[in-house]
C-alpha cells in the first residue's frame, strides 16, 4: 500500500522576487510539482507590489491545494533596507498563508541547507545541485530564488519524515 502523497509549499520572500516551490514526497521519493518566481516591478509602489506577491500566492496555494506552506527565517543582511524590503514580503507571505488556513513552519538557512546537503554550512551552488538530484530534474531550478523555495519544501518535507520516526 502506498502512502499519501502531500504537497508542501516552500517560499523564499522578497519584494522583488519571491521564489515559491511546490514539492510532493510519496514512498520516498520526492517530486517538483511546480517552482518559480512572482516578480514584482521595481517602478511599482511597494504597496502595490506587496498585493500582487500576495493575490499571487493566495492563486498558487488555491490551484495546487498544498498541506503545508514552509518559509525560511530572515537572514539579516548586512543592509537595513534590503532586510527591511524582505521583512514586508515575508509578512505579506505569512498573512496569505494564514488566511489560506495552512499550517506554517520556520526554518532557519542553515537548517534547509543541512536538510537538503547534509551540511549546515553548504553555498548556493551546492544547495542547488542537491535541489537538483534529489527532485530528479535535468538542469538546476533556476532563478536562485526558486531553487531556494525548492529546498526548504524539501527541508521541511525531511524535518517531518524524521519526527514520524522519532529521531
Given amino acids: 500500500m502506498s502512502s499519501r502523497s502531500e504537497i508542501v509549499l516552500g517560499i523564499d520572500p522578497g519584494t522583488a522576487i519571491t521564489g515559491y516551490g511546490l514539492v510532493s514526497e510519496q514512498d520516498g521519493e520526492l517530486q517538483a510539482i511546480a517552482y518559480g518566481v512572482i516578480r514584482t516591478p521595481a517602478e511599482d509602489p511597494l504597496r502595490v507590489r506587496l498585493v500582487q506577491i500576495y493575490d499571487a500566492l493566495r492563486e498558487l496555494i488555491r490551484h495546487h491545494k498544498p498541506a503545508a506552506a514552509a518559509?525560511?527565517?530572515?537572514?539579516?543582511?548586512?543592509?537595513?533596507?534590503?532586510?527591511?524590503?524582505?521583512?514586508?514580503?515575508r509578512g505579506v507571505v505569512l498573512l496569505a498563508v494564514a488566511q489560506s488556513n495552512l499550517p506554517l513552519f520556520h526554518y532557519k538557512p542553515a537548517q534547509v541547507k543541512q536538510a537538503v546537503t547534509g551540511y549546515g554550512g553548504a553555498d548556493k551552488q551546492q544547495v542547488q545541485e542537491m535541489v537538483r538530484m534529489l527532485l530528479g530534474l535535468d538542469e538546476r531550478p533556476q532563478p536562485d530564488d526558486a531553487a531556494d523555495a525548492l529546498a526548504v519544501a524539501i527541508c521541511h518535507i525531511h524535518s517531518t519524515a524524521m519526527l514520524r520516526l522519532g529521531l
Avoid: M, W
Fill in 71 to 89: 518559509v525560511e527565517e530572515l537572514f539579516f543582511a548586512r543592509n537595513a533596507r534590503t532586510a527591511l524590503s524582505v521583512g514586508h514580503a
